[in-house]
């Protein structure tokens, strides 16, 4: 009877070539696909907290908002988020009030107010100081000002200034005028309102100088934020800065009390790949990038991909690749109406 042949030695080499580029690509291909559902779930983890900030703040009828979080270690990569809460605002005033509302007087400086509208608000040094709330970070230029407290309108202040040989003493300088002065006072006085007037009263909203932070949640291990690429206002990438959405009642969103801008777009991505700079449109990235788009007026947040056309060199804007992507947020833009 005849023996069964075996297999050769190059047979079985093939076959093992054949099986290793199989694993191979399998492996590539379950590791994209990893990296787009870890992206993917970052960008549900931002939706969910921002949407969650314009449902708590119709329910309390007042703003609430998240804090993106910053990595150590880099400040231009952000790694979670937190829930913030403002914390109550503070009352001043009535009869012995530690301020009082006053007008310009520069030019000329002669006792007499340069016109009639009030927009500096003088902290006496008995009791109130405005650069010393600031020193120990209970505020944050700019922040807002209800005068008269619970029933006036809020106001913006814009600058805190020292008064010169007057230590102890600073002035808050609001943008809008905050009205008119006591009726039995010259409507020329710098002194508009004193603080032994019942009307020397305000309510201080501290903004994101005192905002409540509430427990984080952090973005899936190796995924972050990348700012340099992401489309932000220009005071996020500044040290210090507290990156803050706020949603108000009515369900828009503003950055802090200085508002937003048109739109927003946050760059989620790989680490590896932010650490190194790397474009999304660079053929060397190790892991995916996913756009998560946010439009302030409205107060809505989806998610886009980013467009990595990469057909125009980007310094000369002449045709040929650089390895830069021509126009990450095309798609973004497009699909709202060209914002």
Not at 54 to 67: I, K, L, M
Not at 117 to 146: K, M, N, Y
């Amino acid at each position: 009877m005849a023996s069964r042949r075996g297999f050769s030695l190059i047979e079985l080499l093939v076959v093992i070539s054949i099986l290793l580029v199989l694993a191979t690509a399998a492996a590539w291909g379950l590791s994209g696909t990893r990296g787009a559902d870890r992206s993917a779930a970052g960008a549900r983890v931002l939706q969910a907290q921002l949407l969650g900030a314009r449902d708590r703040a119709s329910q309390a009828r007042e703003p609430r908002g998240v804090r993106l979080l910053r990595d150590s270690q880099n400040i231009s990569q952000l790694v979670g988020v937190a829930r913030l809460q403002p914390a109550p605002r503070l009352l001043y005033g009535g009869v012995g009030s530690p301020f009082q509302l006053e007008r310009d007087d520069v030019a000329p400086a002669d006792g007499r107010a340069d016109r009639r509208e009030i927009h500096l608000l003088r902290g006496l040094g008995s009791g109130f100081d405005w650069r010393e709330l600031q020193r120990a970070g209970q505020l944050t230029v700019p922040f807002r000002i209800r005068y008269p407290a619970q029933v006036g309108s809020w106001h913006t202040v814009t600058a805190l200034e020292e008064v010169p040989g007057q230590p102890g003493q600073t002035l808050a300088r609001v943008f809008s005028d905050l009205g008119a002065g006591d009726a039995a006072r010259d409507p020329l006085a710098v002194v508009a309102v004193p603080a032994d007037s019942p009307r020397a009263t305000c309510e201080l909203d501290l903004g994101s100088a005192a905002a409540l932070v509430q427990p984080a949640e952090a973005l899936p291990a190796g995924l972050v934020i990348d700012l340099n690429f992401s489309q932000v206002p220009p005071e996020w990438r500044q040290p210090g800065t507290l990156l803050d959405l706020w949603a108000q009642p009515g369900g828009a969103l503003s950055a802090g009390l200085g508002g937003a801008p048109g739109w927003l777009a946050l760059v989620l991505r790989d680490r590896r790949d932010a650490d190194l700079g790397r474009d999304p449109a660079d053929p060397a990235c190790v892991g995916p990038s996913l756009g998560l788009f946010i439009a302030p007026q409205t107060g809505s947040v989806r998610t886009f991909s980013l467009d990595l056309t990469d057909v125009i060199e980007n310094d000369t804007q002449t045709p040929g690749p650089d390895g830069r992507a021509d126009d990450l947020f095309h798609l973004a833009r497009s699909s709202a109406g060209g914002v």
